[in-house]
């Protein structure tokens, strides 16, 4: 049975990260290979392979018979040009499915299957449902630490790992991560040019906000651009010492990049992979030293200290054994840090903290210092307990101002949008003390306002815990840039503001030394 | 923020059960909204709402700016015209996701967390992605036995059920269903004209070969029509008692269609899994009493007594409270039965033991006779014991040949397609006695020869376990239509063709009194 030539044809379809190949229900290939829509297919040309999920075509329009169409996605990872002759066949599953099975048959696996494992994901040749089942199947206390260092170290294999010592020889190169769930928090903005003030490598890239109203990138976006080439990126950093960038084209630990698509609309982010993801990440891109923040509270991604010491110890092992210098801090994650909640809004609040600005939210200030400070203490000149001194200073002296000023100008410049049109205020229904916030329903909110596909909207908290109000005292405003949104947000806010207005006697005590 | 207006237009791809929606880039919503590529979004029109997967189109010709485009499938659920308006937002997750990550959890589902996910999937609200977490989270022993009696009744609640009591009245509805995993063993074609020549009523529906070289519906299809609307098989099985057509079409148990689409590129079964799939089909298609077969064997599904006993016991717990009398046979599955593999040379098999040709393969009518005595004996005018002898006299006097003929002009009778054209004889390659064979091997040969989408190809044993063979006798004929196919299946087959030769004295003994 020999298959008649097929015609490579690029169809205008963005199926995100998924390789879909179409073919035409009349292909003869369609019935002599016993194609099915979802079948997973081969696809050669040029002596180039890709895997590919199968949707069968009835419109000539989108395929004629004697052509094989391919999504964006699988058009650019073949590579050939329009017109090329491609073969297709029934794809083998990847070598690596047989570790998946056992796995979800709950063995354990070894470093060797779970490089196979990241090699086969990066190289797209899972389908959505076997990610999902590696997901699930890695879920919770499923991997033991031993698997979460293999699960890093096979990341890191599957991508591309930068290397500073070209640029900047052997000092440190620093960076702190948060592990999330805390709206506002955006310290990184604040870090990066105070330790690099200090003279410190910092090449710090960040994500977009996937289910927050507001990530670094979107943030650091309001005043500078984000998404920069990586030889760009790399003479920014020689120039300035560091950067605030996108690190989304980077190839940095791709396999991680592909298993989020899956955990995110499961909401799953077990420790095991919380672990791998956030430490391959760091270390592809080449950072030596990591001051890691995790915070604790009813409504964080963590919610007991019991937990974050469990989290904490994982985190140390694999970082130990990757040669990554770890320092993990657990902070206060019982509130927002700042006022703002949105891009523009957090920008705002995080200039005014650089500008010395006696309006600043001092929260984000304090915590801003205390983990720039662990960060300067990388610095092997610098005494232990010295760091939140020299930050402090560097902060005050406006050096921070004009290293921020520097990396704006070196990434380029963009003229924030106007504040946001229009607005509402949300108001204490009654008077009492403000005893505790839910994080996840503030976010909401938020992002019902617009954030971040509008960078203007979002909410601006006039209150924190421990305060007293009077019923009728502004808690927050919302900011929108469309009626649409504005009502949306404002539905959520009228059926639960966020906030639980108690007896003054029943206010949490901040977890842990970090928080304040 | 007001919508423009979008018209609904059918793009022409088949995504199998998935509905897509297909926006422009430059549609206005896309950015307004904030779309990503498999953005999960619901589409309204016309009072109907439908879930669907985004993906972002930039080639007009697939669907220009103002278009919202939809796939087979979801064009189908929406049920409206072409250029219909429609409104397309973010979907919320289905509620039942709250039980879904419960599960993922380790979590007990209760009963309405269970029906409530069921409605769910049957609903297309659950992407692939949350149906593979479904199937991972629920898979091995991950369900408790109450579990999987909830999943059951759940499958069943979220579709059709057939009541045949206004054809049949209040007489056994009686059905077999063998949990699979042996070649040939196409004991349903000749237990149908068995138990229906005695009177009773089995309105038989079956499914086609998924991974396996033929199903009894593709077997029977090379003799009779087996897609039959439902108002159809109502008339056949009023009038003969019975039918041996394709179950798909019937909406019966829809959400386990979806759940076994995940399953299967997954190779999951698990005992859960299994027993609710089973159940729900055929309590849903009306039946009232259920023989069931599970072979045993190395290469079978079920490879040890103790776990063929766990099984047993689960589908007996649920089928009781379900009302479903059932009585469960462990097998012999340490070989095919019968002599054919593939879809004609089965259905050859089928029909020489129903003319009682002295070369009909004698493990096939056995199997066949011992299985349609159990299901007489559901007759409450059989006393125990009888029911093999009813159904070798039955055999034996021709009245079920003239029952398998009425069944396949009531059907609609095809003229079967001439044999095979091509033929390869696989021979033993050293002299002994055969020890064991490897089912998979040979349904994976079977396969690659073109069964079943080729009903002509397949193979042909000419040995069975504990037969001794001289070096160069044949051990089975390859046949296929295609030069391609029989290469492909020949280089299988020389690599390793499935049978272990060894000394006379190592024949693993048959298991149980069932196989023989």
Same mark, same amino acid.
């Given at each position: 049975m020999q298959q008649p030539t097929l015609h490579v044809r690029r169809v205008g379809i963005d199926t995100w990260r998924e390789n879909v190949a179409y073919l035409h229900r009349d292909c003869p290939v369609v019935r002599a290979e016993g194609f099915q829509a979802l079948s997973k297919v081969t696809v050669q040309a040029n002596g180039e392979v890709i895997s590919a999920v199968l949707n069968v075509v009835d419109d000539e329009r989108i395929v004629p018979p004697c052509d094989l169409g391919l999504s964006e996605e699988a058009f650019r990872r073949l590579g050939v040009a329009e017109g090329h002759t491609a073969r297709i066949e029934h794809a083998e599953p990847p070598p690596s499915i047989a570790a998946l099975r056992r796995k979800i048959a709950g063995e354990r696996l070894g470093r060797d299957d779970l490089h196979a494992v990241m090699a086969d994901i990066a190289g797209a040749r899972y389908s959505k449902i076997e990610l999902a089942a590696f997901v699930v199947a890695t879920n919770q206390y499923e991997l033991d630490r031993d698997e979460v260092l293999h699960l890093t170290e096979a990341m890191i294999a599957a991508g591309r790992r930068i290397d500073w010592r070209a640029d900047l020889g052997h000092a440190p190169v620093v960076d702190k991560h948060c592990i999330g769930g805390i709206?506002?928090? #955006?310290t990184s903005m604040l870090v990066v040019p105070i330790v690099t003030a200090h003279g410190m490598r910092c090449p710090k890239t960040s994500s977009r906000a996937i289910t927050s109203p507001a990530g670094t990138a979107d943030t650091m976006e309001v005043m500078a651009e984000v998404e920069l080439p990586m030889d760009r990126l790399q003479a920014i950093v020689r120039q300035t010492g560091g950067c605030i960038a996108w690190g989304g084209t980077a190839d940095l630990s791709p396999a991680d990049d592909i298993l989020i698509s899956v955990e995110r609309p499961l909401a799953i982010d077990s420790p095991g992979q919380m672990v791998a993801s956030i430490l391959s990440k760091k270390i592809a891109a080449g950072s030596t030293h990591l001051v890691l923040d995790i915070p604790v509270g %009813?409504? %964080?991604?963590? #919610?007991t200290m019991p937990e974050a010491q469990r989290l904490k110890r994982l985190f140390e092992y694999v970082a130990g054994r990757l040669g990554l210098q770890l320092e993990v801090m657990v902070t206060d994650g019982q509130q927002p840090i =700042? #006022? =703002?909640?949105g891009p523009l809004l957090e920008a705002r609040d995080v200039m005014q903290v650089l500008r010395n600005d006696p309006m600043a939210p001092q929260d984000l200030r304090q915590k801003a210092l205390w983990l720039a400070g662990r960060m300067i203490e990388f610095d092997p000149d610098v005494r232990g307990g010295e760091g939140w001194h020299l930050a402090r200073d560097i902060l005050e002296s406006g050096r921070a101002l004009a290293q921020m000023e520097a990396l704006i100008e070196a990434q380029g410049r963009r003229t924030p949008p106007a504040p946001a049109p229009l607005m509402f205020d949300v108001l204490a229904p009654t008077a009492g003390t403000l005893v505790s916030v839910d994080n996840l329903r503030l976010a909401r909110i938020a992002r019902l306002s617009g954030a971040p596909q509008v960078p203007e909207a979002g909410l601006d908290l006039a209150v924190r815990l421990g305060d007293t109000v009077q019923? =009728?005292?502004?808690?927050y405003r919302l900011h929108a840039r469309f009626e649409a949104d504005l009502a949306f947000a404002r539905q959520l806010a009228e059926a639960d503001n966020g906030w639980v207005i108690g007896a003054a006697t029943s206010v949490t005590p901040p977890l842990g030394s970090g928080g304040r």
């Open positions: 709206p506002g928090n #955006r %009813a409504s %964080a991604k963590v #919610r =700042g #006022r =703002g909640i019923a =009728g005292q502004l808690l």
